[in-house]
């Protein structure tokens, strides 16, 4: 890669330092509008730019590390050598897909064609039309490369491929000129904001909403002023949620909140579970995706429905692994019945318990993790030097997995964390590492009782069943979730107080989406708070 090719990189990132460092929130009483920044694109959106233009084209990115389950966490999304190695790579594969079959008219002055073509790609990769100056250079470029040229097509395809890897694609803005908030009403007036600008507010719905750039038509509508008032942030919202790339937003977000992200890397020992295969595998990811989506976009779409609908949608090939908890034939387009006694909600489905196992044995500190650190939001410290010495021996054949695990409990370095985590977790030891349930495990009986402790459903519980009407019920369970929306919407682990209550508020009694809508409906919503 030639080095001067990143030059306007190194400037974009200088740029983006400004304006992206991670900072606490403070406890508020009310909502508060984000910090200005520059915003890095995420694997996900940067593939969804490049599939939107040419969908033919493997997408091959360097993977980064998640915060608490999001990619899309604007600290953590830098850029290092071998991501902008790759995404000039990615612009080379690219730009002859979006060039191919571009013609000028001969009629047709060639700047003003070449400036149409890049006005066209620009919303595309910009989420923004072109000012004059942009238009103007990619003009001269497009003179520059015909002088050279052998073949026609060679000015488009050199002008996308500046245009792909730019920074421009790269980030997207919010910073906004600066201005006077209209009201008292709407923010703090002693506070210094500046509003979103037409484009930076439709992006900032798109990408939530979509994980791409806006359409014309959005950013139309935003450059109207319709966008300005919470209503039309509100109808936007719900038009994008109602689309399959909204639909798709979701199911990330609710994946991302439980850990169950990216099933591709499953993987259960042969002598273990001779009947695990990558056919099984691929298919417990497709229930978990068909389930979020029945639970969430159908019926009433509440978290209730997550977690107490007692349902499954399995193949052939996973129906074996749930037996007689199927109260009819296996159907994994409409849906199964299951025994709410043994499975109720996403915490009882093969895929979820699979992943919160290990290779040939179940591991209810993991499982415990899940339900207190993801969906009850409880902050635990990183285990003490002391407790990270302790091991459970997996080839002692002669305790249950529970009977070696309850060894943290005797322990004064364990026990402060792990009363609560694997208590919720050995509740799940009836379900093995492939989430068939089991009542005897190395001949001995499996103790199936759990607790939850501390929390607005606290008390015992057995089973998956029992525990998915536990969470169901939970209104802690429910600003959790408030929590996992604000993390996932802003891109920060840390959230306001006042977020979180407002966001859980419209969950009270809607859709789990509601509190996505909600976000983007808030005066805060439109209003950054420039940094020092």
């Known amino acids: ?61 360097p993977s ?35 060039a191919r079959g571009f013609v000028c008219a001969a009629s047709e002055p060639r700047e003003r064609c070449i400036s149409v073509f890049a006005e066209r790609l620009a919303l595309r990769l910009y989420g923004r039309w072109l000012s004059t100056d942009e238009r103007s250079r990619f003009a001269l470029l497009d003179v520059s490369t015909q002088a050279a040229a052998s073949a026609p097509f060679d000015g488009p395809r050199v002008v996308a491929n500046a245009m792909f890897p730019s920074p421009h694609t790269l980030y997207r803005t919010e910073l906004g000129p600066e201005v006077a908030p209209p009201s008292p009403d709407a923010v703090d007036p002693s506070t210094s904001l500046v509003r979103l600008e037409p484009h930076e507010l439709a992006s900032a719905i798109s990408f939530l909403f979509t994980g791409a750039r806006p359409t014309a038509e959005l950013l139309a509508a935003a450059e109207r002023g319709e966008l300005d008032g919470s209503r039309g942030r509100e109808r936007a919202a719900r038009d994008l949620l109602a689309t399959a790339d909204g639909r798709r937003e979701v199911e990330r977000l609710v994946r991302a909140w439980l850990g169950v992200a990216d099933l591709s890397e499953l993987y259960k020992l042969p002598e273990a579970h001779p009947a695990f295969s990558m056919a099984l595998r691929d298919d417990m990811d497709r229930e978990l995706s068909r389930f979020i989506d029945a639970t969430i976009h159908g019926g009433d779409g509440t978290l209730r429905a997550l977690f107490a609908t007692p349902r499954a949608f399995p193949t ?3 129906g074996a692994v749930y037996g007689a908890d199927l109260l009819a034939p296996p159907d994994a387009a409409a849906g199964t019945p299951t025994d709410p006694t043994f499975r109720r909600g996403i915490v009882s489905l093969a895929g979820f318990l699979a992943v919160h196992a290990t290779a040939d044995a179940t591991n209810p500190v993991d499982r415990g993790l899940v339900v207190r650190a993801r ?32 060894v943290h409990g005797k322990d ?12 919720a977790g050995f509740g799940l030891e009836g379900y093995d590492s492939i989430g068939r349930r089991r009542e005897r495990e190395h001949g001995r ?85 420039p940094q020092p």
């Open 64 to 98: 980064e590390p998640n915060v608490d389950g999001y990619d899309n966490q604007d600290e953590a999304l830098v850029v290092t050598g071998p991501k902008l190695d790759a995404l000039v790579e990615l612009a080379d594969a690219v730009a002859p897909a979006l």
């Open 316 to 318: 052939a090939i996973l």
């Open 1 to 61: 890669m030639t080095r001067s090719r990143a030059l306007p990189w190194l400037l974009m990132l200088a740029f983006a330092a400004c304006y992206s460092a991670p900072e606490r929130a403070p406890a508020d009483d009310a909502p508060s509008p984000l910090p200005a920044r520059v915003w890095r694109l995420s694997n996900h959106e940067l593939a969804g730019v490049a599939r939107a233009l040419a969908p033919d084209v493997a997408v091959t990115l």
């Open 375 to 406: 969906m009850l939001c409880d902050d635990f410290a990183a285990p003490p030097i002391a407790a990270q010495m302790l091991t459970v021996d997996p080839l002692d054949a002669a305790k249950t997995t529970r009977e070696k695990f309850e």
């Open 412 to 423: 004064p370095a364990c026990a402060g964390c792990h009363a609560a985590i694997d208590a």
């Open 445 to 529: 009986p499996v103790d199936t009782s759990g607790e939850l402790i501390g929390t607005d459903v606290a008390g015992p519980f057995r089973g998956a069943g029992e525990l998915g009407q536990k969470l169901a019920e939970s209104n802690d369970v429910r600003r959790c979730f408030a929590r996992q929306v604000y993390r996932f919407a802003s891109g920060r682990r840390e959230a306001r107080s006042a977020d979180v209550r407002d966001l859980a508020e419209g969950l009270a009694a809607g859709r789990a989406t509601d509190a996505l809508v909600r976000y983007v409906a808030r005066d805060s919503f439109v209003w950054r708070r």
